[in-house]
């Protein structure tokens, strides 16, 4: 089990801009140099029966502007816009079902957006039925099939429809329980709504059910974060994500609705993270890394500790080794060592779509070098360590000569006390821990390179 020791002043000096890792590279080195057809003839590289399958779908639409959200999402209230979506997203599938007949088995699920059950229950019964005519689903016991819920959108009854569709995980957006943080953010939510939601969950059976929450919000300090981590608690989801507040009004324009005087500073906010830890791991919580915490006998806590975590675009995950591919507006597929995203507007994906196109807008094929550090950061995300001689055995490097550009960074961190390194390898610290994006980003080539989409629209958060 890993501990973790929250050093504010190590945290305060390090603390950057930097990626979340969700992939490596990072999709700010996609470039449209990568076409539909690259895609295509990566998914027909797949052997037939071989690794399995996961299928990301994204609903992009929600009812009410969260002012700090950085989603990719279409506020609007108009429900024809979800039919005409649904249509044009059953033409994709059908697409992609094509694809990959014949492939991998589908292992995983995830409904993600946006807000997934801004679908109507019989549009969501729906669409399940129409992927499962077309991909083959691995059994309710060995797949994972997971969505996020808005609480504000689900009743009780919706959840148990939910559970009868074939969802088995749900993670629920909370971000925090203070009436006065709701109303600075524009998304009010009270506590029994999200009690109700997590109660009929597990009721109907749901076997992790997720929290999120965020820290550096308007009007947040020690004191209304004491208040929400104990709702929390006493709540016990299986896992909660705390997620650090990225401000950043250039980018997200909704955020310019939040008032910059409102804002906690950076020693209340570190603060505030200093007493989640505390607090999630004095309940019984285990710090999985990059923000999550689970129970330890969630299975993402039994993976760590068996050493077969993995960490894809909905973050960290038990399946390794898949193949996922991803429907919807903006969504990011991974196959075969590629990564594919689809159109980002509703306009550029439904006239792809009428071409008979994938509506692949962009993407990047990795080269050796790119699995060689994919395979280093994410060891060091879900294993807080790295065995170098036995990377250098299987990838037929030395990884002193390799890495020797990197390795005077390594040895400063290592004198901050966030790593030990040795002949055998890397292994981070408790007080590392929290810095682990720091610790990845001196294995990322591209890190600081420019890039193929301006800054402006793609900016890393802090890491902390
Ligand atoms: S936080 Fe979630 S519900 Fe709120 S606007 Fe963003 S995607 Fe929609």
Redo the contacts with the bound molecule.
């Keep these: 089990m890993h501990a973790i020791e929250f050093d504010a002043d190590l945290i305060a000096r390090m603390s950057q801009n930097g990626p979340r890792y969700t992939s490596y590279p990072t999709a700010d080195r996609f470039t449209d140099a990568f076409r539909a057809p690259d895609y295509a003839s990566a998914a027909t590289r797949l052997k037939p029966g071989g690794r399995a399958l996961s299928l990301y779908v994204h609903i992009p639409f929600?009812q009410?502007?969260?002012y700090?959200?950085a989603?990719n999402?279409i506020?609007t209230t108009n429900r024809e816009k979800a039919v005409i979506y649904l249509g044009y997203l059953k033409r994709e599938i059908d697409m992609q079902a094509a694809l990959f007949a014949g492939k991998g088995r589908v292992e995983q699920l995830h409904f993600g957006?946006?807000?997934p059950t801004y679908l109507s229950d019989e549009q969501m019964g729906d669409l399940l039925d129409y992927m499962r005519a077309r991909f083959d689903f691995a059994p309710d016991t060995t797949g994972e099939y997971s969505i996020e819920i808005?609480p504000r959108t689900v009743d009780p009854e919706r959840i148990r429809s939910l559970r009868r569709q074939g969802f088995n995980r749900l993670s629920l957006?909370v971000q925090d329980f203070d009436d006065d943080v709701q109303r600075a953010v524009n998304?009010i939510q009270p506590e029994a709504m999200t009690v109700d939601a997590i109660t009929a969950a597990r009721e109907a059976g749901f076997r992790s059910i997720s929290i999120d929450l965020i820290y550096g919000l308007p009007l947040q300090n020690t004191r209304t974060m004491t208040s929400t981590l104990d709702k929390v608690v006493a709540a016990a989801p299986d896992r909660i994500s705390v997620y650090n507040y990225a401000h950043m009004p250039q980018m997200f324009k909704s955020q310019k609705l939040i008032r910059d005087e409102d804002l906690p500073d950076a020693p209340t906010k570190l603060a505030m993270l200093g007493l989640c830890i505390e607090r999630l791991t004095a309940a019984g919580y285990v710090y999985i890394g990059m923000d999550h915490f689970a129970r330890p006998d969630d299975e993402l806590a039994r993976a760590q500790r068996d050493g077969t975590l993995h960490r894809n675009f909905q973050g960290y995950s038990t399946h390794a080794d898949t193949d996922m591919v991803s429907c919807g507006v903006s969504a990011i597929s991974a196959v075969d060592g590629t990564y594919a995203q689809n159109e980002k507007s509703l306009e550029a994906y439904y006239a792809r779509i009428d071409k008979g196109e994938l509506p692949v807008a962009r993407g990047l094929a990795m080269n050796e070098d790119d699995f060689l550090r994919r395979d280093v950061i994410q060891q060091l995300m879900c294993d807080f360590a790295l065995d170098t001689r036995a990377l250098g055995e299987r990838r037929g490097i030395d990884f002193g000569e390799y890495f020797a550009p990197e390795l005077p960074k390594l040895e400063t961190m290592a004198q901050d006390g966030l790593l030990d390194l040795d002949a055998q390898g890397i292994r981070v610290t408790p007080k590392g821990r929290l810095l682990i994006r720091n610790i990845c980003m001196v294995f990322d080539k591209y890190f600081g390179k420019p890039r193929a989409i301006p800054l402006t629209r793609m900016q890393y958060s802090r890491t902390i």
């Design positions: 929600c009410s502007l969260c700090y959200c989603c999402k506020i957006g946006g807000t808005d957006g998304r």
